[in-house]
C-alpha cells in the first residue's frame, strides 16, 4: 500500500508556464508524484496535435506502451485504431492520452500483469491530464472506460449507463473549474481492451464503434 508520501501528486512537478504539450512531456518525464514511476520503464504521455479535434482518454499505459513509450501502441490500440477508422474519425484530428501515465502492473517472474489504478494514483495523476486540457482546445472528449471515466466524470459516473450519450463538457466534468471554458461535447465509452476481453467480441467491438460514431457526429461539419 502506497504511504501518503508516495502519492503527494503530480502537482509539483507541472510547470506552471507550460505553452506546448512537449513542455508538459518532458517535464511529466521526471513525475515522482505516486509510486508508480519506481516499477514501470518510462512515463507514457500523450500524444497527437494540440489543435486536435478529439481528445480521447485511457486508462494507463500497457506493457507495450510501457517499452515504447507511446501511448495506444499494443493490442488495445490496435482495435482503437481499426474503430476510430470504422468510425470514420479522422486520425490527423486527434491527440490520445491516459489518466493515469505510468504502466501498473503485478510482476509474475515472466510477465506483466495490468493492475487497475486505484482512485489515489488516479488523483496523483490528475495534474497532468489538467495541464493537457490547458492546451488543448477540443470539440469533442471520449472517455474511453470506467478509470477515465472516474479521472475525469467522478467515481459516481457509470459508462455502461451513460455511454454513447452526448453530454456538455466541461459541464458533466467533476470539477468543471479544473478545466477551461472552452464549450465542448463529451461522449463516454468502453476501453478498447475491454473488447479484448469480451466473450463477444465482435458485440463488443460494434458498440465502440458506434460510440465512436456518436462523437464523430458531434464534430461541427
Ligand atoms: S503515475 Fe502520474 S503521478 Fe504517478 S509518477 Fe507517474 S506521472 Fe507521476
Known amino acids: ?11 509539483h512537478f507541472v510547470p506552471a508556464d507550460a505553452s ?7 517535464a511529466a518525464a521526471r513525475c515522482r508524484g505516486c509510486h508508480l514511476y519506481r516499477d514501470a520503464t518510462q512515463t507514457v504521455f500523450g500524444r497527437g496535435t494540440a489543435d486536435a479535434r478529439v481528445v480521447m482518454v485511457g486508462e494507463q499505459p500497457g506493457d507495450v506502451e510501457d517499452v515504447h513509450g507511446l501511448p495506444f501502441v499494443g493490442p488495445a490500440g490496435r482495435v482503437l485504431r481499426r474503430a476510430v477508422d470504422d468510425a470514420e474519425l479522422d486520425p490527423a484530428h486527434l ?3 491516459n489518466a493515469v501515465k505510468h504502466f501498473k502492473f503485478k510482476s509474475t517472474g515472466t510477465r506483466r500483469l ?6 489515489v494514483e488516479i488523483r496523483a495523476c490528475h495534474p497532468w491530464l489538467v495541464a493537457e486540457f490547458a492546451l ?3 470539440e469533442v472528449v471520449v472517455v474511453l472506460g470506467a478509470t477515465a471515466a472516474k479521472a475525469l466524470l467522478g467515481p459516481s459516473f457509470r459508462v ?5 450519450e452526448v453530454l456538455p463538457w ?4 467533476q470539477r468543471p473549474q479544473d478545466f477551461p471554458e472552452h464549450p465542448a461535447k463529451l461522449v463516454a465509452t468502453i476501453h478498447p481492451s475491454a473488447v479484448l476481453r469480451a466473450d463477444d467480441r465482435d458485440a463488443a ?3 465502440l464503434v458506434a460510440d465512436l460514431k456518436v462523437a464523430a457526429r458531434a464534430l461541427s461539419r
Request: charged residues 30%.
Open 170 to 173: 466541461p459541464d458533466s466534468a
Open 20 to 26: 506546448e504539450l512537449d513542455q508538459l512531456r518532458a
Open 1 to 11: 500500500m502506497a504511504t501518503t508520501e508516495e502519492v503527494s501528486g503530480a502537482e
Open 114 to 119: 495490468h493492475q487497475t489504478p486505484e482512485l
Open 205 to 207: 467491438y460494434e458498440g
Open 95 to 97: 491527440y490520445i492520452t
Open 160 to 164: 455502461t449507463r451513460s455511454r454513447g
Open 136 to 138: 488543448l482546445r477540443p
